[in-house]
């Protein structure tokens, strides 16, 4: 089955612990980002990749670090995690020009 | 920054009722989509129509762009109850960045 995946689903750290968000696609897209959403904010961009070792920043990508060593996997790493990274994170993935694939969704508490 | 911009923010019919759903952009578009989310959870494309389509199909579903007047609708004839959720438009910009510009979105309660 042709998806997106992403753990984990529920995460609830504290402040300035290390983090890392996984993201992974079976569909062989060379796009691949990351979203956040927040209420009265919509969804904004962090990090996007168009292909390995390609990525760039978004909207949003203070306090966020990104790699793509590998063409199904973009990792969302949180090196010090703070109260206002507390949100609803989603990786999606595409083939470029087409329509975007989302994973179901982590949600993120930093206490 | 957030491109599109939905209209209404909230609507709430009957079921077997349209709904119609308005979204304007700003600048110029490769394409324009519309997703879906229920709530909390992760988006689910409906439909992609690219700027030199004026109207597509798909199922219930009718997307209309007008790229002269920036703006695009969705339709969705004889609503059912299980189409409550909150519906998003993106934009993906004139660049092949594949950046997506959502915008914030209504959110349909359809009544049964």
């Known amino acids: 089955e042709a998806q997106v995946t992403q753990n984990p689903r529920y995460l609830i750290t504290v402040t300035g612990k290390k983090l890392t968000v996984t993201c992974s696609q079976n569909?062989?897209?060379?796009?691949m980002s990351w979203y956040r959403q927040d209420p009265g904010l919509g969804l904004r961009q962090i990090y996007y990749?168009?292909?390995?070792?390609?990525?760039d920043k978004g909207d949003v990508p203070e306090g966020y670090k990104v790699s793509r060593k590998e063409k199904r996997n973009f990792p969302l790493i949180l090196e010090s995690p703070s109260p206002n990274q507390t949100s609803l994170y989603f990786c999606a993935s595409c083939h470029l020009g087409y329509e975007q694939y989302f994973g179901p969704g982590t949600r993120l508490t930093v206490t | 920054s957030q491109q599109g911009e939905e209209d209404p923010q909230a609507l709430s019919i009957q079921e077997g009722e349209n709904a119609t759903m308005n979204c304007s952009y700003k600048t110029s578009i490769n394409n324009l989509q519309w997703y879906r989310q229920n709530s909390g959870r992760g988006l689910v494309h409906l439909i992609l129509?690219?700027?030199?389509?004026r109207e597509k199909h798909s199922g219930r579903l009718r997307v209309t762009l007008d790229t002269s007047k920036k703006s695009s609708s969705l339709l969705i004839t004889a609503s059912r109850a299980a189409d409550t959720a909150s519906y998003f438009c993106a934009t993906d910009g004139s660049g092949n960045t594949g950046k997506l510009i959502f915008g914030q979105g209504t959110t349909l309660q359809v009544k049964p």
């Open positions: 129509i690219r700027s030199n389509e």
């Open positions: 569909m062989n897209h060379e796009y």
């Open positions: 990749s168009m292909n390995v070792e390609v990525t």
